[in-house]
């Protein structure tokens, strides 16, 4: 026979045991119909058409003492996948240590793409680096990325084919 006491102790986690089970339901339900609608639709691929369009592109690149990696980033550049004779490498160097002579090296015996190499007498910031850099660049897009940072081969081809497409911009 339960008595009174045992009937409340038997009661008092059911609205706890509620309350957990809407917020599971209210949680993970739609995560359920997205994940569902996802594998059901699958779509793959960029959400506009790609564009075939070889656009002048600025890629720039401010740096500090990035001496170690910038040959290695400077090689990868100029292996992108995109016509190096529409495209100039903005480098904006406030370095202290050899970064600059590496660059001017590299570009020594190179003829494209161009090259303009920023030097700053003194560290002002990656804001002002592009700043300046953006000022200098002369290519229709420009495209922006780090020393130490890397790039799929086509990664310049589809930026330019994406921003160039009409329904963008």
Same mark, same amino acid.
């Given at each position: 026979i339960?008595?009174?006491? /045992?009937?409340?102790?038997?009661? #008092? +986690?059911?609205?706890?045991? @509620?309350?957990a089970l809407i917020t599971a339901t209210v949680a993970v339900l739609p995560a359920?119909?997205?994940? /569902?609608?996802y594998?059901?639709? #699958? +779509?793959?691929?960029?959400? @506009?058409e790609r564009d075939s369009v070889e656009s002048s592109v600025s890629i720039l690149v401010p740096t500090y003492n990035e001496a170690?990696?910038?040959?290695?980033?400077?090689?990868?550049?100029?292996?992108?996948?995109?016509?190096?004779?529409?495209?100039?490498?903005?480098?904006?160097?406030?370095?202290?240590d050899s970064t600059a002579?590496?660059?001017?090296?590299f570009f020594k015996d190179q003829t494209e793409p161009d090259l303009r190499l920023i030097t700053q007498n003194e560290r002002q910031g990656?804001?002002?680096?592009?700043?300046e850099g953006i000022e200098s660049a002369t290519g229709d897009i420009i495209f922006r990325t780090d020393a130490d940072s890397s790039l799929?081969?086509?990664?310049?081809a589809v930026s330019v084919d994406t921003l160039s497409h009409s329904n963008i911009g």
């Open positions: 339960l008595d009174r006491s /045992s009937i409340i102790m038997i009661i #008092q +986690p059911v609205p706890f045991l @509620i309350l359920i119909v997205l994940l /569902s609608a594998f059901w639709y #699958q +779509p793959s691929g960029l959400p @506009i170690d990696i910038i040959t290695r980033k400077l090689d990868e550049l100029v292996s992108l996948d995109y016509p190096m004779e529409t495209v100039e490498i903005v480098i904006v160097d406030s370095s202290d002579v590496k660059v001017q090296d990656v804001a002002a680096a592009l700043n799929a081969d086509d990664a310049l």
